[in-house]
Structures are given as structure tokens and as C-alpha cells.
């Protein structure tokens, strides 16, 4: 199994410019998450989904759309491009919480240079 | 919101030396978990404690847990080169409501040869 793959793996940039990022996972995982992750600042979840067709904000959504057409599709969009979203991005996914979140798998991640 | 804080950020230690590190936390949780990141890649999930589990071990890692002071420490033994890499705690708030995990801002271990 390849587990929760990233495409591209790095991609430049100009400001205004847009872009999808494309998250796959082949464990039949319902949830599916996306997160930037920026020096000193951890993780953050930009937007997350629970199901086919269904997609939520998380903790920083500004400027970011997703969708889930497939269950095995998260993808991530980035309409116009800002400099601020220079980052790596990680693509999760994982089961339905039973008593709390279960295991996260992540990807290997997306570098992303918005000059 | 809830998050994580690890405490110490940073952490450097010779081979075979044991490496400590804590995460506390600000609300009730129903889990607490702890994902290792090798520089440039992705986390890989270590260890998952429950709120109602006080101490747990996977192979050279042990990991406790204590909701009185909503504080949870990972303990490497034994440390080896390998285990170079950030370490990341990540939480889950009681009725969150919000199907997420509130990661920290991850401890850097260094393991010297």
C-alpha cells in the first residue's frame, strides 16, 4: 500500500497564481485533513473533511479551497497565490474518531515557494 | 483553542543517552498523541494515550500521561542516531466538536554518534 501520497512534491510560485495540490490515500480512510506547516509554528489545519462530498474550515482557511469528489481525493486549491502561503503543506488522513481522534497518516508533503 | 506546548524545543544528547521531552496542554482531552518527524518528511505516529491510561510503552519509547496537571512527557531510552528528528504532541479536546488534533510546535532532538 503507498498509504497518503502528495502531488506535486515542490512547485514555485508567481503571486496571483493558482495551483491545486492533490492528496490520495489508499487505506478507505473517511477523514482527511490539510495542514500547513511554517518554521517555529507547528502544525496548522487549513481545512479538513469527514466524508466524501463533505469538507469544513480549520484553524486557517484564508485563501484556501478543498473539495472531496472521491473518498480517496482531498485535493487543496489556492486561488491566487500570496507570498504568506509559502510553506510545506501535509495531506492526513485517518478513521472516524471512536473515544477521540484516532491515528493521523500524513504525507510526505508539498513544498511550496510563492515568490 | 487547545493546543500542545512541548517543552524543551530544543534537545541535544549523545548516543545511547536517554532523551525527555513534555507536552502540557490547556483543556480536557480524550486523547493525547505523539508523532515523530524526520527533517523533510512527514510525521509518523508514535504512540496514542488515552485519557483514562497513565503510562504506556511501545518498544524504547514510554509515554505518561497526567490529566490532573494536563501534562503528558515521552521518554526515548536508549537513544540511537536514528532518532534524530522533531517530535510533535497533538491533542484532542472532550467535546471539541471540531474532528481535530491540536498539534504543538514540536521539540528538536539531536542524538551525536
Known amino acids: 500500500n503507498a498509504g497518503v501520497t502528495q502531488t506535486p512534491k515542490f512547485r514555485v510560485l508567481k503571486t496571483g497564481q493558482s495551483m491545486t495540490l492533490l492528496c490520495a490515500q489508499d487505506?478507505?480512510?473517511?477523514?482527511m485533513y490539510w495542514y500547513r506547516q511554517d518554521p517555529g509554528m507547528g502544525l496548522r489545519l487549513i481545512h479538513y473533511?469527514?466524508?466524501?462530498?463533505?469538507?469544513a474550515k480549520g484553524e486557517v482557511p484564508d485563501g484556501y479551497n478543498v473539495s472531496r469528489l472521491k473518498k480517496q481525493n482531498f485535493l487543496l486549491g489556492l486561488e491566487s497565490a500570496a507570498p504568506s502561503q509559502t510553506s510545506v503543506y501535509f495531506c492526513?488522513?485517518?478513521?472516524?474518531?471512536?473515544?477521540?481522534?484516532?491515528?493521523?497518516?500524513f504525507g510526505p508533503g508539498t513544498r511550496l515557494l510563492v515568490l | 483553542s487547545q493546543q500542545g506546548e512541548e517543552d524543551p524545543q530544543a534537545l541535544s544528547i549523545q548516543e545511547g543517552e536517554n532523551a525527555t521531552m513534555n507536552c502540557s496542554y490547556k483543556?480536557?482531552?480524550?486523547?493525547l498523541q505523539w508523532y515523530r518527524q524526520n527533517s523533510g518528511r512527514g510525521l509518523v505516529h508514535l504512540i496514542l494515550?488515552?485519557?483514562?491510561?497513565r503510562e504506556k510503552h511501545s518498544g524504547r519509547l514510554r509515554v505518561t500521561l497526567d490529566t490532573s496537571k494536563k501534562s503528558s512527557s515521552l521518554l526515548i531510552t536508549a537513544s540511537r542516531a536514528a532518532d534524530t528528528a522533531s517530535y510533535f504532541c497533538?491533542?484532542?479536546?472532550?467535546?471539541?466538536?471540531?474532528?481535530?488534533?491540536?498539534f504543538g510546535k514540536g521539540n528538536q532532538v539531536v542524538v551525536i554518534p
Open positions: 492526513a488522513s485517518s478513521r472516524p474518531p471512536t473515544s477521540g481522534m484516532e491515528t493521523q497518516y
Open positions: 487505506m478507505n480512510h473517511e477523514y
Open positions: 497533538a491533542t484532542d479536546a472532550v467535546n471539541g466538536g471540531n474532528n481535530r488534533l491540536a
Open positions: 473533511s469527514v466524508g466524501e462530498g463533505t469538507t
Open positions: 494515550i488515552r485519557s483514562n491510561e
Open positions: 483543556t480536557s482531552i480524550n486523547n
